[in-house]
């Protein structure tokens, strides 16, 4: 029997607010598996996958650890999801983990790779390094080479080869789960008060912490929840938020957003879910496909260069294809991707005549008023006055 979406929310926000992976543990102890985490903002989890283990999305402890020992290993104009994370580690809830991917995003992350080390040094730790070269033959090549060394290492660690025909597996198993993420953002962009961002979010999130197979079911009947109930007539602005695609908002600012006026139609949470906009092959060569398809079909994002065109087209165009009406920049603070990106998105959307907002927050927010007033400002002017 298909759940509600009210009870499909409440299993959602249940993994949300576990600090002690619970579904992870139970995950490995019913098939023998191996947990292996990853911070945002990509990592190649099919090659994770093959290899007999669960990546595990590990993005900081949100608004609801106090943090003690993270603090005395980072300055305070960083920022949150680094001490947290090694609050966590610290305090043995990452205990679970037989390794951990840091992917390129920041100096921050990389730094985070190393103090890793130290706090956990009988832990596999691995610095994702991906091209910043993105012809087939440079980037293509690179990155090939990168991804069968992490098999192989991952493969020893766990004791399952990471094989042509188990990676090919892989590979289908989180195409078919980008391809109903991607029904879940479509119905959110259509009928966005059929599937607020509040519950969507919490729909994807929950993929950080089940199984692959299991996480797609999960969406699959949201999305038939969803769509059996009636939704509320609401005239509100559509916006898209920009620049939270590493330290994650406390779920209490993106329903704030919603609760000013605002319909979030497009945005860059848990970027990892959707990082392929095209399918990776699941024929030839899989290791080949995967490079190929993070070199060709890679979301635009701050976090890595691309020779394709600028940024800012690049967010015109979301806002286009969503029919969104602004732009709310949602940066956590002192993220320096997201902060350097911001003023070339700015430009373009100032020659397109595209509403903006920006705002600043971090992991552990506990006030929200401020940014709903401020995001329910922008909405009532772009009703009353814009004509983007």
Request: charged share 25%.
């Amino acid at each position: 029997m298909t759940r509600t979406t009210a009870e499909l929310m409440a299993f959602a926000e249940d993994l949300y607010y576990d600090l002690d992976f619970k579904s992870v543990k139970r995950w490995k102890v019913k098939t023998g598996g191996h947990a292996i985490g990853f911070m945002p903002v990509y990592a190649p989890r099919e090659i994770v996958h093959a290899a007999g283990a669960m990546p595990v999305g590990i993005v900081g402890a949100g608004d609801w650890l106090e943090v003690i020992r993270g603090d005395a290993y980072y300055q305070s104009y960083l920022c949150h999801i680094p001490r947290s994370t090694i609050d966590m580690a610290e305090s043995g809830r990452l205990d679970f983990l037989e390794g951990m991917l840091f992917p390129s995003t920041c100096d921050v992350i990389r730094n985070l790779s190393g103090m890793w080390q130290i706090v956990k040094p009988d832990m596999y730790t691995r610095y994702v390094d991906v091209p910043q070269n993105f012809t087939d033959g440079v980037g293509g090549q690179f990155w090939a080479h990168e991804l069968r060394t992490l098999a192989q290492e991952l493969g020893e660690r766990t004791g399952t080869e990471v094989t042509d025909e188990r990676l090919r597996a892989s590979i289908a198993l989180f195409n078919e789960n980008r391809r109903a993420v991607c029904d879940l953002y479509s119905l959110r962009r259509d009928e966005p008060a059929r599937a607020p961002t509040s519950e969507v979010y919490l729909m994807v999130r929950a993929g950080l912490v089940m199984d692959v197979e299991d996480h797609t079911a999960l969406i699959r009947e949201y999305i038939t929840a969803a769509r059996n109930i009636t939704p509320p007539e609401l005239d509100n602005a559509r916006v898209i938020v920009v620049g939270a695609f590493c330290e994650q908002p406390p779920i209490g600012l993106i329903k704030s957003i919603e609760r000013s006026g605002c319909f979030v139609v497009d945005d860059d949470l848990i970027l990892i879910s959707r990082w392929f906009t095209d399918n990776a092959a699941e024929t030839g060569d899989p290791i080949e496909a995967l490079a190929l398809a993070f070199v060709h079909d890679s979301v635009p994002t701050a976090v890595m260069y691309s020779a394709k065109a600028g940024r800012g087209k690049a967010v015109v165009e979301r806002v286009r294809v969503a029919r969104a009406e602004g732009v709310i920049f949602a940066a956590p603070s002192f993220c320096t991707p997201a902060l350097l990106d911001q003023p070339m998105l700015v430009a373009e959307l100032d020659r397109e005549g595209i509403p903006y907002t920006a705002f600043k927050f971090a992991e552990n927010a506990g006030q929200f008023q401020p940014i709903r007033e401020q995001t329910g400002t922008f909405a009532d002017t772009m009703k009353l006055w814009s004509v983007a």
